[in-house]
């Protein structure tokens, strides 16, 4: 952590609240009166480094008292997280930033798939395991053979993701698997969260330089829960909230004898009770984080409470240790990595509908986390892929957000703003609005909500959709002076965006769905546009497939989606459908499954010619024999197809199906 922002923000800390008060009790009174406390709101301005413990503890004590008091303590947002896929000789992991790695539940170095699945054993009901198998890939046939199956330790509440760690070479030797064990959900009143089992981040390092004899290298289980992670060479970041759990609080606090005892031991509590700390191969629990890593406003209130923290933690894969760790309060709502670079969005846990986004900065350089600035903007960022609503470039950071503004009581409607800030003096100052007050043509029509954003270079799309589905080309190439360089009016909507071809300059890929007169999804539905006159984008094709029901992960999840850029000119695209249909079954106009599988698209003429979008095929992967209309398709996991020069692997939970791209049927 660097200290040039470790200032001196020395704040009077037990003014009105009797409560407050570190290891030493004395003389003072014991007030359980906690009404003049409040959850600490977000904050525009820059931040500093604690300079002594109880600048932050006291907020953290504040917390645990507002939920033993039965007061609303905040809440996190759920967050959560390629340009143009893989030139080379096979594919890899679709991911929003160059150089900077996502997790996901399949890996592949070019010989073999890493697969991480859920295993029910039906001979123990109720109990399941988490297996990765691994199986050897021959390109020339399209064979695959399963080498080995290990099963990962834990419970975890979130199926193990992984990240591969590779040899000069580019031979995978290891596989992060990241997980966390969450237990927020199964709260009753706020208080049983103070004594449930700690969740817990849980990053386990297998060791695969033998594929056939998987073993764990090393184990690391830190407190809190994991929002989003990334990783940039062999620095692994992981973004977790972590909320306190503190022993020996006598529950439910329904006599003033224990609420005395309760403000005893939260007063009492050492900053080891209070803040996260980690394990290592099951060893000795240490700290985490001490109050100097994390980050304060200046104008921090005796009365401000800390529901959680948002702490940021870098690990070293390669020496398998903690790097650097920085913390933060804010309600996540969105997280973005440049390769330089880590944005935190957080909405103000405050404001019961939050009007406003704050912005944190923090300079990222090979494992060194450093905070640089903070800033605010009106509105906020998508709930779906919200990383997709940021983006850096050139040091700028351009955001998205959205914002209900009421005309009357009871009516109003939505306003959608590009926002542009630039790092100046320790704070992101906006330098552009879109719209503004010399650009005011809107973005997006009324009623309509903000569905998919995709920044590339000096470009952004964005999709807005009620019924039908507006293309909004920006004009970023004067950071100063963004505006709507083109629009296109097409029925549907577009749920992710893919730019292709040298900037993105080319054609964008959308994946969405189809819609009927009342705003009702469909089907899914596959689109190409030309966007190579930026004042006039124009729909190429599009493909539409099956009816209302139809669905794909693809929509949610930009991972589930392969793309493979056989040749700069040509690329290749794959992703997992479910397809309903009329069923043909004595039920006038029943719909129903009829099969799933992965659907196979070319995009050709990105360089020399007008670009092309040509469906290739399915391979089906399940398929409904028509003897119960109302089927639904099997739950599997993980549903991927990877690519490799001319083949094309499919992944359907612990099935591997693999086919020459000149195979392929038609439907």
């Not at 923000?9 to 003072?28: D, F, I, K, R, Y």
């Not at 189809?514 to 966007?531: I, N, S, Y």
């Amino acid at each position: 952590m660097t200290s040039w922002m470790k200032i001196a923000t020395l704040l009077a800390l037990c003014g009105s609240l009797t409560a407050c008060g570190s290891g030493n009790t004395g003389e003072q009174p014991i007030n359980t009166d906690y009404s003049a406390l409040r959850v600490a709101p977000s904050h525009e301005g820059a931040l500093g480094y604690a300079t002594n413990d109880e600048q932050l503890l006291q907020a953290v004590r504040n917390g645990l008292r507002m939920s033993l008091g039965g007061a609303s303590a905040g809440g996190a947002v759920t967050d959560i997280a390629g340009p143009a896929g893989q030139q080379g000789t096979f594919s890899a992991t679709t991911v929003q930033v160059d150089g900077v790695d996502e997790a996901d539940l399949v890996k592949y170095d070019g010989q073999y798939i890493y697969t991480m699945r859920l295993h029910a054993d039906p001979s123990i009901p109720g109990i399941t395991s988490h297996v990765l198998t691994i199986a050897r890939t021959e390109p020339a046939t399209a064979g695959t053979q399963v080498v080995s199956e290990f099963n990962v330790d834990g419970e975890q509440t979130l199926l193990p993701q992984l990240y591969s760690v590779q040899s000069a070479e580019g031979a995978t030797e290891y596989l992060a698997a990241v997980s966390h064990d969450y237990r927020g959900w199964i709260d009753g009143p706020a208080v049983t969260s103070l004594v449930l089992k700690p969740d817990h981040t849980r990053i386990q390092l297998l060791d695969v330089r033998d594929p056939a004899n998987v073993s764990q290298a090393w184990d690391i289980k830190m407190d809190g829960w994991l929002r989003a992670s990334r990783k940039i060479d062999d620095t692994l970041y992981l973004i977790s909230s972590y909320r306190p759990r503190l022993a020996g609080l006598q529950l439910p606090a329904d006599t003033q004898e224990r609420k005395r005892a309760n403000e005893l031991r939260i007063r009492n509590a050492s900053p080891q009770d209070l803040l996260p700390g980690y394990q290592e191969n099951g060893g000795v629990r240490r700290a985490l984080i001490a109050p100097a890593d994390c980050l304060l406003p200046a104008d921090l209130a005796v009365n401000d409470a800390y529901s959680d923290l948002l702490v940021i933690t870098a690990l070293s894969l390669s020496q398998r240790r903690v790097v650097d760790v920085n913390c933060v309060s804010t309600n996540l709502n969105g997280v973005y990595l440049s390769r330089d670079s880590l944005y935190v969005g957080g909405q103000d846990a405050s404001v019961p509908a939050a009007t406003s986004t704050s912005l944190h900065k923090f300079a990222l350089d090979g494992g060194d986390i450093s905070y640089r600035a903070s800033g605010m903007v009106s509105g906020s960022v998508g709930w779906q892929n919200a990383a997709h609503f940021m983006d850096e470039h050139d040091g700028d950071l351009r955001v998205v957000t959205s914002r209900f503004i009421f005309d009357s009581p009871t009516s109003g409607d939505f306003v959608h703003r590009l926002h542009v800030l630039r790092e100046a003096n320790h704070e992101l100052s906006v330098i552009a609005t879109l719209p503004s007050s010399q650009r005011t043509a809107p973005i997006g029509k009324p009623g309509e909500q903000v569905h998919a954003v995709r920044f590339f270079g000096k470009r952004a799309y964005v999709v807005t959709a009620r019924v039908t589905d507006p293309l909004y080309v920006l004009d970023l190439s004067v950071p100063e002076d963004p505006f709507i360089a083109g629009t296109l009016e097409i029925p549907g909507v577009s749920t992710y965006l893919q730019p292709l071809g040298a900037a993105g300059a080319e054609a964008v890929l959308a994946v969405g769905a189809q819609v009927d007169e009342m705003g009702l999804r469909t089907a899914v539905k596959v689109e190409l546009f030309d966007v190579r006159d930026i004042t006039q984008p124009r729909s190429i094709a599009s493909q539409v497939f099956g009816d209302r029901g139809t669905s794909s992960e693809a929509l949610s999840d930009p991972h589930a989606l392969t793309v493979y850029s056989r040749t700069a000119d040509r690329v290749r695209i794959a992703l997992p459908i479910d397809v309903f249909a009329r069923t043909g079954n004595d039920v006038p106009k029943a719909l129903g499954w009829i099969y799933s599988g992965s659907h196979l698209f070319e995009v050709h003429g990105l360089e020399d010619g007008v670009p092309q979008l040509d469906f290739k095929g399915v391979i089906k992967t399940a398929e409904s024999d028509g003897s119960n209309p109302l089927a639904f398709p099997p739950r599997v996991t993980p549903q991927r197809a990877v690519m490799h020069d001319d083949a094309v692997f499919v992944v359907d939970g612990a099935k591997f199906i693999g086919s020459l791209w000149g195979s392929i049927a038609p439907l």
